[in-house]
């Protein structure tokens, strides 16, 4: 069975600092995806940023970038010079190519402080 | 303009009543799914339609039903509300292959009273 754990249920930072958000996962398949969704207050999920498990290089978008470690079944996020905009409920999420389903992480709300 | 539509946004309702939400993508994805969030923000997979044909049905009361009537819409019923129900449920659209990055509604809050 797949699962994709997110271990720090909340994390704060001040804001300009930078954070890493951590997630495992486990699957048995050799195609995959990862994703990190966002969910601010609005309640709408956003994706941050994805990653195909075949490619070696890490994921960047703007301050935004993961540290995808496939040994070892780690995909974290790093969030750089953060920003109160930032504040949300973050979500790692794991896709396979065998099926449709997205496998969640529990979540980390994370909270920039001014 | 909006790529996945989910009407009401709230929701509140007295135990017992039957009440629906509706959802509606304009990406022309093959696949939609409704997704149950609970008070503490756990995202959970309750189904998956492609193509208007249930391919994921996870376990939930039966008082929960889906509809697609088209690709496009997937509208989900639910029939004597319980308090238990009171969540935030999520649509979500995405492509039929493997690279199911999932465009998400906004959500409906549904409080049962």
């Known amino acids: 069975a797949q699962t994709v754990t997110q271990s720090q249920p909340e994390m704060s930072v001040q804001e300009a600092e930078t954070v890493t958000l951590s997630c495992t996962y486990d699957?048995?398949?050799?195609?995959?995806?990862l994703f990190w969704y966002k969910q601010p207050p609005s309640r709408q999920m956003i994706l941050v940023i994805r990653?195909?498990?075949?490619k070696q290089q890490n994921a960047t978008e703007n301050r935004f970038s993961v540290n995808f470690q496939k040994a070892a079944k780690s995909f974290s996020l790093k969030i750089s010079d953060s920003q109160l905009g930032d504040t949300a409920m973050y979500f790692c999420?794991?896709?396979?190519?065998?099926?449709?389903?997205?496998?969640w992480g529990a979540g980390t709300k994370l909270i920039i402080k001014p | 303009d909006t790529a996945v539509s989910q009407t009401p946004k709230y929701l509140v309702t007295q135990m017992g009543n039957d009440k629906s939400i509706k959802c509606e993508q304009n990406?022309?994805?093959?696949?939609m799914y409704w997704y149950k969030q609970d008070s503490k923000k756990f995202l959970k997979i309750m189904f998956s339609?492609?193509?208007?044909?249930?391919?994921i049905n996870e376990t939930v009361p039966n008082r929960f039903s889906p509809k697609s009537p088209d690709k496009a819409h997937l509208n989900l019923h639910i029939n004597s509300l319980e308090l238990g129900d009171s969540a935030v449920y999520f649509c979500a659209s995405s492509q039929l292959t493997g690279n199911t990055e999932a465009f998400f509604g906004q959500g409906t809050r549904l409080t049962v009273v």
């Open positions: 699957t048995s398949e050799n195609n995959y995806y």
């Open positions: 339609y492609n193509n208007k044909e249930l391919i």
């Open positions: 999420a794991l896709a396979m190519d065998s099926n449709y389903q997205l496998i």
């Open positions: 990406l022309g994805h093959d696949t």
């Open positions: 990653q195909e498990a075949y």
